[in-house]
């Protein structure tokens, strides 16, 4: 199994017919110029290639009402004149004689939600156009002429049976049109994050903001958070997904992930004005992976103009799909404060449907740094000189970022497995390389002197395993690796591990040491390693780079600590991350298999996890699957943090929030 892509050419042949400098933008080499990128890279060929099939009128009428359906056929027999008159009718349309064709194929994620639950491909996205997410009932808006997502959500339900939906739009614009059709029902959970301004951004709608919650038996089901200021990047993107979606997105336990991928919220696209970088969407996307045992299924959206910043985001966010590492993720990872004050308004407004939420004690809403007038601010056109001079300074801007990005080789993607201690490994499994080599004698014994614990033939044995996928990992041979120590020589193992990985290159380490482990007492607390320690004795943040927690009793505690005290190390920017599961560590396989895929994201894959001799061959098992991108197994029903463990979070992140700024989960209050 792998990804699909979902494509026709026959979606290019709709194109604007007369001078529209707003409709300009939606263009047929939104298509090609992308798809023409994946073949450049060679994405395009690792898939499943997919040609889209023409909706049904029936399915159509999944969402849209049959006297709009009509009216979409009637198109076909227009001329240009009663086109034109008939786009006037709506926000932001042009209408085409070939548009009926185009966006029955465009409900291509039909197909897709077909391949993926069938089990053909693990994920996969649809290239298409005309964009949905605005389309509604019976109204084309925004460009959108059928509800592509909405449909293959209702899809998913009447055909596959399915029960619980989520669907992730990171367009910037809000997409009301999906908003509406599922505002009350709580099979579908909704999160859309869009650009606002309170208000002062298309389409203008108060149901945009976030205490707009869903209705009757939806409530809670709806989640906006809405960007009051242009300029969010890679942190506030993270940011959203660690403290708001993923949180309520676990407690929901989704069967299928669709997202809503617009790229307009992406650096380089004049219309967003944003400053996430493309290889942001790939950790989102490989976030998104732990969910629904990794059925992911996106449909484009935006992203305008055409010429870089749509085909190189697709590009990046197809990376991750065909289990291909991204790039380290660029800072600065500090979230601006309008980002923060919307975090916390919409955590505020979702509290009281979501356990998830509440762990941290009561949510306050903010003071708003702006408050919304009642003017709109001129519209940046498409065909304007500033418009124009956006564009180019922002395509400018993406061109230089990527230069310095496709410098950086990326290692392939194979877990480099060394289980040397009898019984550990249950057999070969794919993409999993068993590794039988060893850091030269000489060189291992040299290490070993450091500590007794290392003097025993076993020991030295793991020990000369371990170095050699430390520098197979440091050398881009290998992506990942995963070894077995004795119990009693982990602590030195661990130790010299972290030794040779700085003195090797690595300039940050992350360290997540479960269980009975010590942080060696003389590592040099430089800011270059971080020392997080799950099971320790209290929860104490002893420095700025050595902290340690108890291990939460519940799933709701579990997930509450891995989201809200470990992933923010994203702060930290590791470029190798250490997962340690030492004596005693007390996790369940499935809670490792998460914190092991999770903990990929942050270095970009870069993960080396150390298990013991008592472990077994179905912990070494989900561990290797985890760290070859699989999607880890369910943690089972979710179940609220105890009241020790949620107060032994908030005292950790309120000592470590003003170093952490990932941490935060609202704004500061500013001093006037």
Same mark, same amino acid.
Request: charged share 15%.
């Given at each position: 199994?792998?990804?699909?892509?979902?494509?026709?050419?026959?979606?290019?042949?709709?194109?604007?017919?007369?001078?529209?400098?707003?409709?300009?933008?939606?263009?047929?080499?939104?298509?090609?110029?992308?798809?023409?990128?994946?073949?450049?890279?060679?994405?395009?060929?690792?898939?499943?290639?997919?040609?889209?099939?023409?909706?049904?009128?029936?399915?159509?009428?999944?969402?849209?009402?049959?006297?709009?359906?009509?009216?979409?056929?009637?198109?076909?027999?227009?001329?240009?004149?009663?086109?034109?008159?008939?786009?006037?009718? #709506?926000?932001?349309?042009?209408?085409?004689?070939?548009?009926?064709?185009?966006?029955?194929?465009?409900?291509?994620?039909?197909?897709?939600?077909?391949?993926?639950?069938?089990?053909?491909?693990?994920?996969?996205?649809?290239?298409?156009?005309?964009?949905?997410?605005?389309?509604?009932?019976?109204?084309?808006?925004?460009?959108?002429?059928? &509800? &592509?997502?909405?449909?293959?959500?209702?899809?998913?339900?009447?055909?596959?049976?399915?029960?619980?939906?989520?669907?992730?739009?990171?367009?910037?614009?809000?997409?009301?049109?999906?908003?509406?059709?599922?505002?009350?029902?709580?099979?579908?959970?909704?999160?859309?994050?869009?650009? #606002?301004?309170?208000?002062?951004?298309?389409?203008?709608?108060?149901?945009?903001?976030?205490?707009?919650?869903?209705?009757?038996?939806?409530?809670?089901?709806?989640? &906006?958070?809405?960007?009051?200021?242009?300029?969010?990047?890679?942190?506030?993107?993270?940011?959203?997904?660690?403290?708001?979606?993923?949180?309520?997105?676990?407690?929901? +336990?989704?069967?299928?992930?669709?997202?809503?991928?617009?790229?307009?919220?992406?650096?380089?696209?004049?219309?967003?004005?944003?400053?996430?970088?493309?290889?942001?969407?790939?950790?989102?996307?490989?976030?998104?992976?732990?969910?629904?045992?990794?059925?992911?299924?996106?449909?484009?959206?935006?992203?305008?103009?055409?010429?870089?910043?749509?085909?190189?985001?697709?590009?990046?966010?197809?990376?991750?799909?065909?289990?291909?590492?991204?790039?380290?993720?660029?800072?600065?990872?500090?979230?601006?404060?309008?980002?923060?004050?919307?975090?916390?308004?919409?955590?505020?407004?979702?509290?009281?449907?979501?356990?998830?939420?509440?762990?941290?004690?009561?949510?306050?809403?903010?003071?708003?740094?702006?408050?919304?007038?009642?003017?709109?601010?001129?519209?940046?056109?498409?065909?304007?000189?500033?418009?124009?001079?956006?564009?180019?300074?922002?395509?400018?801007?993406?061109?230089?970022?990527?230069?310095?990005?496709?410098?950086?080789?990326?290692?392939?993607?194979?877990?480099?497995?060394?289980?040397?201690?009898?019984?550990?490994?249950?057999?070969?499994?794919?993409?999993?390389?068993?590794?039988?080599?060893?850091?030269?004698?000489?060189?291992?014994?040299?290490?070993?002197?450091?500590?007794?614990?290392?003097?025993?033939?076993?020991?030295?044995?793991?020990?000369?395993?371990?170095?050699?996928?430390? +520098?197979?990992?440091?050398?881009?041979?290998?992506?990942?690796?995963?070894?077995?120590?004795?119990?009693?020589?982990?602590?030195?193992?661990?130790?010299?591990?972290?030794?040779?990985?700085?003195?090797?290159?690595?300039?940050?380490?992350?360290?997540?040491?479960?269980?009975?482990?010590?942080?060696?007492?003389?590592?040099?607390?430089?800011?270059?390693?971080?020392?997080?320690?799950?099971?320790?004795?209290?929860?104490?943040?002893?420095?700025?780079?050595?902290?340690?927690?108890?291990?939460?009793?519940?799933?709701?505690?579990?997930? &509450?600590?891995?989201?809200?005290?470990?992933?923010?190390?994203?702060?930290?920017?590791?470029?190798?991350?250490?997962?340690?599961?030492?004596?005693?560590?007390?996790?369940?396989?499935?809670?490792?298999?998460?914190?092991?895929?999770?903990?990929?994201?942050?270095?970009?894959?870069?993960?080396?996890?150390?298990?013991?001799?008592?472990?077994?061959?179905?912990?070494?098992?989900?561990?290797?699957?985890?760290?070859?991108?699989?999607?880890?197994?369910?943690?089972?029903?979710?179940?609220?943090?105890?009241?020790?463990?949620?107060?032994?979070?908030?005292?950790?992140?309120?000592?470590?929030?003003?170093?952490?700024?990932?941490?935060?989960?609202?704004?500061?209050?500013?001093?006037?």
């Amino acid at each position: 199994m792998g990804t699909a892509l979902v494509y026709h050419e026959d979606m290019t042949e709709a194109r604007l017919l007369w001078e529209d400098p707003e409709c300009e933008i939606e263009s047929p080499e939104r298509l090609t110029t992308t798809l023409e990128r994946l073949q450049q890279r060679g994405l395009e060929q690792r898939c499943l290639r997919l040609a889209a099939r023409e909706a049904s009128e029936a399915e159509l009428g999944l969402v849209h009402s049959p006297e709009y359906v009509a009216l979409l056929r009637g198109t076909q027999a227009l001329g240009t004149r009663e086109l034109q008159a008939l786009s006037r009718q #709506y926000d932001a349309i042009y209408f085409h004689p070939s548009t009926f064709h185009c966006a029955r194929l465009a409900a291509g994620g039909l197909q897709l939600v077909d391949a993926v639950l069938t089990g053909a491909v693990h994920n996969g996205l649809a290239l298409v156009r005309p964009p949905g997410h605005h389309s509604q009932r019976a109204a084309a808006n925004g460009f959108c002429v059928f &509800n &592509n997502v909405a449909l293959a959500a209702k899809y998913a339900q009447e055909k596959h049976g399915l029960h619980r939906i989520l669907i992730v739009d990171w367009d910037v614009h809000h997409g009301q049109g999906i908003q509406y059709t599922f505002e009350d029902d709580p099979s579908i959970l909704y999160f859309s994050w869009h650009r #606002y301004e309170h208000g002062r951004f298309w389409p203008y709608l108060r149901e945009s903001s976030a205490d707009t919650v869903g209705q009757g038996t939806g409530e809670g089901f709806t989640v &906006n958070l809405p960007w009051n200021q242009v300029g969010m990047g890679n942190a506030d993107y993270v940011a959203a997904f660690l403290h708001v979606l993923l949180p309520v997105a676990f407690e929901f +336990d989704p069967e299928l992930v669709l997202v809503a991928a617009g790229f307009d919220s992406a650096i380089g696209d004049p219309e967003g004005q944003m400053q996430a970088t493309p290889e942001c969407f790939a950790h989102l996307t490989q976030l998104l992976q732990v969910l629904a045992g990794g059925r992911v299924c996106a449909v484009l959206e935006g992203g305008y103009p055409p010429g870089v910043a749509l085909p190189v985001s697709v590009h990046d966010w197809c990376r991750p799909c065909w289990v291909t590492l991204p790039h380290p993720c660029r800072g600065p990872w500090c979230p601006h404060h309008s980002a923060l004050e919307s975090i916390q308004s919409v955590r505020a407004a979702q509290a009281p449907h979501w356990t998830s939420l509440q762990q941290e004690g009561p949510v306050p809403v903010p003071s708003p740094s702006n408050h919304s007038p009642e003017w709109k601010p001129a519209t940046l056109l498409p065909g304007g000189y500033e418009f124009k001079t956006a564009a180019t300074q922002a395509a400018a801007a993406l061109s230089s970022l990527l230069d310095q990005l496709y410098l950086q080789p990326t290692p392939p993607v194979r877990t480099a497995v060394a289980l040397t201690l009898a019984g550990c490994w249950p057999g070969p499994a794919p993409d999993v390389l068993c590794e039988e080599g060893s850091a030269p004698q000489e060189e291992t014994q040299t290490w070993a002197r450091l500590h007794e614990a290392l003097a025993k033939e076993e020991a030295l044995t793991a020990l000369g395993k371990v170095l050699y996928l430390l +520098d197979g990992i440091l050398d881009g041979k290998v992506s990942s690796g995963l070894a077995a120590t004795p119990a009693l020589a982990a602590a030195a193992t661990l130790d010299v591990a972290i030794r040779r990985g700085l003195a090797q290159g690595a300039q940050r380490l992350l360290c997540v040491a479960v269980g009975q482990l010590d942080r060696p007492s003389d590592l040099a607390d430089d800011g270059r390693n971080l020392w997080l320690n799950i099971r320790g004795k209290e929860a104490a943040a002893l420095s700025t780079f050595h902290v340690s927690v108890p291990l939460p009793v519940t799933t709701g505690g579990f997930l &509450n600590c891995v989201l809200a005290l470990v992933l923010p190390a994203y702060g930290f920017q590791p470029d190798l991350v250490l997962l340690v599961l030492g004596p005693a560590h007390g996790l369940q396989d499935p809670q490792a298999a998460l914190l092991a895929a999770l903990l990929r994201v942050p270095a970009g894959g870069r993960v080396l996890a150390l298990v013991g001799a008592e472990s077994t061959a179905q912990l070494a098992g989900v561990l290797a699957r985890a760290l070859c991108g699989e999607a880890p197994p369910s943690l089972g029903p979710f179940s609220a943090a105890s009241p020790e463990d949620t107060q032994a979070l908030m005292d950790l992140r309120g000592q470590l929030e003003p170093q952490w700024k990932m941490l935060q989960v609202a704004a500061p209050v500013r001093v006037l």
